[in-house]
Nanobody, 119 residues
Framework: QVQLVESGGGLVQPGGSLRLSCAAS????????MGWYLQAPGKQRELVAA???????NYADSVKGRFTISRDNAKNTVYLQMNSLKPEDTTVYYC?????????????WGQGTQVTVSS
């Protein structure tokens, strides 16, 4: 009932920028938080940035000062502005939405978008 469509990934040179977008649609009544995660081969999915509906933002230490998360509540869309990209940022990035579900939360995930930082 809920779909997340990601866009904006691709190939960029070191020091360059990308902006990832994720639009959520479907049966969305109340969003607890939206965020971006990465998953490197052989490792668990890790939080990159999150933006709770209650305010504030959270970032992984590795991206502080370089990445900025934002959202357009009217469009149910979350963005990740990625600046000063490094080769180490190369991986697949996944959009996530936490929805209120009964007394708890339910997660929905985007399909993933590849970010490659290389000369």
């Amino acid at each position: 009932q809920v779909q997340l469509v990601e866009s904006g990934g691709g190939l960029v040179q070191p020091g360059g920028s990308l902006r990832l977008s994720c639009a959520a649609s479907g049966s969305i009544f109340s969003i607890y938080a939206m965020g971006w995660y990465l998953q490197a081969p052989g490792k668990q999915r890790e939080l990159v940035a999150a933006i709770p509906s209650g305010g504030g933002t959270n970032y992984a230490d590795s991206v502080k000062g370089r990445f900025t998360i934002s959202r357009d509540n009217a469009k149910n869309t979350v963005y990740l502005q990625m600046n000063s990209l490094k080769p180490e940022d190369t991986t697949v990035y996944y959009c996530n939405v936490h929805l209120y579900y009964g007394l708890g939360l339910k997660d929905y995930w985007g399909q993933g978008t590849q970010v490659t930082v290389s000369s």
